[in-house]
């Protein structure tokens, strides 16, 4: 198994231990995902400290606000790095009001345009006030207009109104523990509705634990209750689901 979408440096315990039980869960790969700043760098030090972990590097929506051309060259130039392989996460965020939405969506396109310089696969958050589609549908119309030829990941996907035009751009959708909530119904549906080739899992971590954990710290081992989830709806063994992520994740980032 894999966790497409992991973030070690917040994690509770000790990174070692964190590492160590997802393998032991099975989990043979995790790409632990950079939010700008000093957290880049704490992404590729974990992933240069064990063979299993991979890197991205970005600016996330809700520090948007510090993102400007000396940041901007520090993506690119991390990028460099031979464990980083997406750039992001980077989108639009009108959940939490820590950046004008102008400057999220500067941010955004720029990190675009680092990742179509460097053939990178960029990863996508999106996050909505409760009831609203606002920031989903601009990312929809952002990636539209600028990011043909990118390969697109929409992190922690929570549109599922929006998975036919997923499918329709052939954007990858990876799925967190929210797909295993007993309201997530509509997600599920979702999930059913992918191609083999366009679905991921993740767990966010240390965020989002899945409905057998739910409500305590989230590690990568818990992408496996995840996985289950995914797999039951879509008719699939947990085998065959590992296959299809596994090549989905070889395919994305190159590990």
């Known amino acids: 198994m894999i966790d497409s979408h992991t973030h070690l440096f917040l994690c509770e315990r000790p990174e070692a231990d964190v590492v160590a039980a997802a393998r032991e869960a099975g989990v043979r790969r995790m790409l632990n995902v ?14 240069e400290r ?6 991205t590097v970005g600016c996330h929506p809700t520090d948007a ?3 400007d051309d000396a940041l901007a060259a520090e993506i690119a130039r991390l990028a460099g790095h031979k464990k980083v392989r997406a750039i992001g996460e980077t989108g639009i965020d009108y959940y939490r009001d ?7 969506r500067r941010a955004f396109e720029a990190q675009i345009e680092i990742a179509r310089d460097l053939d990178l696969p960029v990863v996508i958050h999106a996050r909505d006030p409760e009831g609203e589609t606002t920031a989903s549908d601009e990312i929809f119309e952002l990636l539209d207009a600028r990011a043909g030829g990118v390969a697109v990941i929409l992190h922690c996907f929570l549109a599922p109104w929006r998975v036919e035009d997923a499918i329709e751009r052939g954007w990858t959708c990876s799925f967190s523990g929210i797909v295993t909530f007993p309201a997530a119904d509509e997600l599920r549906e979702a999930a059913a509705k992918l191609p083999d080739d366009l679905l991921l899992v993740e767990t966010d971590a240390p965020y989002l634990a ?5 409500g305590k710290p989230n590690e990568p081992a818990h992408v496996v209750s995840t996985a289950e989830a995914v797999a039951e709806v879509r008719g699939a063994s947990y085998a065959e689901l590992e296959r299809t992520v596994e090549a989905n994740a070889k395919a994305l980032f190159g590990w």
């Open 34 to 47: 950079g939010l700008g700043g000093d957290a880049n760098v704490e992404a590729i030090a974990a992933a």
């Open 50 to 55: 064990h063979e299993d972990v991979f890197a």
């Open 65 to 67: 606000g510090a993102f």
């Open 98 to 104: 820590t950046a004008p939405p102008a400057e999220q």
């Open 210 to 214: 899945p409905q057998p954990v739910r």
